[in-house]
C-alpha cells in the first residue's frame, strides 16, 4: 500500500448523504423497485383494470392475457387488479408496524439504557420475554383471540416487533451516555428529558433506523404467513389472503399464486436493498472510504 492510500481522506472529500447511499447499487434498485411498489399502490384504484372484489369480471382459472394480465382465479377474479390492491395492503402493514414497533422499542431502550438499574433489569427482562416467546405462533394466538381485522395485525406484530428495536436503542444508550459531549450538557444544566431526546437519542437513531427498515420487510410476510393460515382480515385484499385463497388450484393456475408471491418477494427484497444502503449511510466507516 501507497503512502498516499495510507493517509485518511480529507473531511471535504468524503462523500456525504446520498453519494454514500448511491455508491451500493443494489440499494438503489431497491430503492426504485419499493417507489414503484408504492405508485402503483397508490394508483391502484385507477389503474386496476377491475375491481379486486369483483367476481365474474372474466373466465374462471382464465391464463394471463392482454385483457386480464395476470389472469384469473376460480371466481373469476382479476388477479393484477388483486395483487395491485394487495400490495397496498401488505405495505400499509409494514410501514406502520415499522413505526410503532420503533416508537415503543426506543422509548423502552431509551428509559433502559438512560436510567439504568432496576428499571433496566425490569425493562430488559419483559424484553427477553417477548424474544424467547415464538413469534409466529404468539401472532397465531393473538389474532386468533382478538379476531382478524386490519388494526389487530398491524397491533398484534407491531407488539411482538419493538423488542429488538429496545435492545439496539439500550445499547446505544449505554454507549453514549459517558462521551463527553453528553457530560458538557450536563453540566451545562440540561435536564433528563433534554439529556436524552437532545444529545443522546439523535446520536444513536442510525442504527435504529436500519433496523426499522428490516422490521418493514418482517412484518409484511408475518402478515402473509397469518393471511395464509386464513387469519387475515377477509374484508381487506392483501398478498397472503390471496395465496390462501388460491392454494386449492395453485397446479391447475400457477398464476394465481406466482403474482402475489412475486409481489411478497419483489418488496422484501426491496426493503433489505435500502436497509443495507441506509447501513452505509450512517455509518461512519462508509464516508471515510
Do not use: C
Request: aromatic share 8%; proline share 5%.
Amino acid at each position: 500500500m501507497s503512502a498516499a492510500a495510507a493517509l485518511p481522506v480529507p473531511a471535504s472529500q468524503r462523500p456525504t448523504g446520498f453519494a454514500v447511499f448511491a455508491r451500493n447499487r443494489f440499494s438503489l434498485l431497491g430503492l426504485v423497485l419499493l417507489a414503484a411498489l408504492v405508485a402503483l399502490a397508490l394508483a391502484a384504484s385507477w389503474i386496476a383494470p377491475f375491481d379486486p372484489h369483483k367476481v365474474g369480471v372474466g373466465p374462471t382459472l382464465a391464463a394471463p392475457d392482454a385483457r386480464h394480465w395476470f389472469g384469473t382465479d376460480d371466481l373469476g377474479r382479476d388477479v393484477a387488479s388483486r395483487v395491485l390492491a394487495g400490495t397496498g395492503v401488505s405495505l400499509l402493514v409494514g410501514f406502520t408496524t415499522a413505526v410503532l414497533a420503533t416508537l415503543v422499542g426506543v422509548l423502552a431502550g431509551a428509559i433502559a439504557g438512560f436510567a439504568g438499574a432496576r428499571l433496566d433489569d425490569l425493562l430488559m427482562r419483559v424484553t427477553e420475554v417477548f424474544l424467547v416467546i415464538p413469534r409466529f405462533f404468539l401472532a397465531i394466538l393473538l389474532v386468533a383471540f382478538f379476531g382478524a381485522s386490519l388494526l389487530n395485525l398491524v397491533l398484534t406484530i407491531a407488539i411482538l416487533s419493538w423488542p429488538e428495536i429496545a435492545r439496539l436503542t439500550r445499547a446505544e444508550f449505554l454507549t453514549l451516555r459517558s462521551r463527553q459531549f453528553v457530560d458538557a450538557a450536563r453540566v451545562a444544566g440540561a435536564s433528563r428529558a433534554e439529556l436524552v431526546f437532545g444529545e443522546i437519542l439523535p446520536n444513536a437513531l442510525g442504527p435504529v433506523i436500519v433496523a426499522s427498515t428490516l422490521l418493514v420487510g418482517q412484518a409484511m410476510l408475518l402478515e402473509a404467513g397469518l393471511s395464509y393460515l386464513g387469519l387475515g382480515d377477509p374484508g381487506r385484499v392483501s398478498l397472503g389472503l390471496m395465496l390462501h385463497q388460491a392454494q386449492s388450484i395453485m397446479r391447475s393456475a400457477w398464476w394465481a399464486t406466482a403474482a402475489p408471491g412475486l409481489a411478497i418477494f419483489v418488496a422484501v427484497i426491496a426493503v433489505n436493498l435500502i436497509g443495507d444502503g441506509l447501513n452505509d449511510l450512517f455509518n461512519p466507516r462508509a464516508r471515510e472510504r
